[in-house]
Each structure stands twice: as C-alpha cells, then as structure tokens.
C-alpha cells in the first residue's frame, strides 16, 4: 500500500536555525514521483519540487535543499537559516504512474513549522 | 496568467443539504482533481476528471460526485451533507500525462472551507 509518513508533528525554531523535515514513504512501484507542498495559514498549497524515483540528486534552491534516499525511503526537506515566513505546515506527498492521466497525490499528514524571531 | 480558482471561499451548510463546489483550472490545464483536508490532517484524494470523464476516484462515498465541462472547469456535488463532511476542500489542476514517465505538478487552488452544522 502507498503510504507517506511525516512523524514530526511540530516543529519550532528560532529564525536562522537550520531545520529538517522528515519524510518516509511506502511503495510497491518501481516509478513513482515525490512532492513537497507548503500550505501557509491562508491554506493554498504551494508547490515546493518534485522528484522522480529515477532521480537520487539531492537538490538546493536557494535556503531549501531536499535529500532523496531510496535505500531507506525517505525524502527529507531541510531549510537553512530559517526565516519568520517560512512559518507553514509542510507536506510530503507521493504519486505513483497511473499512465494517461496525473495521478493521484497521496499526502503525508504534515509538519507545522513555527519560526520564532 | 490566472491560477486555480475555486468558488465560494467558504460555505456553511445544515445537515442533509446539498453542496456543489466549484473550480477553474490554471491555464492550459486540461486535467482537474479534488481532494478534501481535514482539520489538520493531509489532503485525501476525492477523485480526478480529464476529457470530462472521471478517471480515478479515492475511497469516497457515491456521495461525492463531480463534472468537468468543456472549458475544462469542473464541479464538486455533495449530497445528504454530514456533520463529518466539514472541511477544506482543495481543487487542483495539472496537464495530463502522456503515456511516459513524465508527471506534471499539481497546482492547487486556494480551496472551499465548508462547514456542516
């Protein structure tokens, strides 16, 4: 079964502290792709990166970086001197191929991430 | 260039009554999913439309039903409303995959807060 697990349920920093979110994942497939959002108190859910079960780069964009390992399943998101906006709740999500349509998004049950001044 | 948008922004409903949500995909999307958040949990796949068909439900009851139209704007319908039914329901809209293993990103819109009294 598919299945995402997000264990930190909050997390809480003080700004410029580094933080890191984990991300555990559950799949029968050998194609699948991985997703992080961000959903800011207004609610819209923010597309963060994605990134496909072929590709184990870890990735940087700016104070953002992601580190894939598929040898323990985890997809995990670290931001680097943290910032008061980057106050959120953070999901991780999977999809697996359906072929000829998106698939669904199978979301973890996200971390609330408090940056104190 | 327009976003997701979805309509109303919040609705507050009674018991047995019936709801229909509505959304308009970004442009140049042609494939729309709908999924429900509860209060503090992940967002749960409803289902998805594509060519005004529906091409993947999650584990929801018959209750929940939708449409696509032409233009490609698609309709959440609930029907016999439950207490339980009360959440943020979250329209997103992506390009639809061809048969590669190419996923595009979901954009999601800024969602209905329904509440069910």
Redesign the interface.
Known sequence: AQK?TQAQTEISVVEKEDVTLDCVYETRDT?Y?L?W?KQPP??????LI?R?S?DEQNEISGRYSWNFQKSTSSFNFTITASQVVDSAVY?C?L?E??????????????TLLAVQP | DAGVTQSPTHLIKTRGQQVTLRCSPKSGHDTVSWYQQALGQGPQFIFQYYEEEERQRGNFPDRFSGHQFPNYSSELNVNALLLGDSALYLCASSLALGYDTTAYEQYFGPGTRLTVT
Do not use: P
């Open positions: 995402v194609t792709y997703f959002y207004s609610g819209e859910l923010v597309f994605r496909n072929f999901f999500a999809s191929f359906y072929g000829g349509a998106t698939n669904k998004l199978i979301f973890g049950t996200g």
